[in-house]
């Protein structure tokens, strides 16, 4: 992974999983959460079952910076509230 590209985790609907390809970090919330969002209604997103309905209006995205411990960036697309679906 380049070191301007970051892996994408999504919490839905108690499920959790990753974006099979890297993004570009430095992209827009309401980029992300399309990209999200069309994975997520055609089912490419390992560990969250397809949702045709599925929307994130109503979530955001966490930034983390890579470190030594995890070698890479991530962005991480959560509801608003950390007890949220």
Do not use: C, H
Not at 11 to 28: H, I, R
Not at 56 to 76: G, I, S
């Amino acid at each position: 992974m380049e070191t301007y590209q970051a892996r994408v985790n999504v919490t839905y609907m108690n499920q959790n999983g990753d974006l099979p390809d890297p993004v570009t970090y430095d992209a827009t919330q309401g980029d992300i959460l399309q990209w999200v969002t069309e994975a997520v209604r055609a089912g490419g997103i390992p560990g969250i079952a397809a949702d045709p309905n599925a929307s994130f209006q109503d979530f955001v995205v966490d930034r983390f910076n890579a470190t030594d411990a995890t070698p890479y960036n991530r962005l991480m697309v959560r509801p608003k509230t950390p007890f949220g679906v």
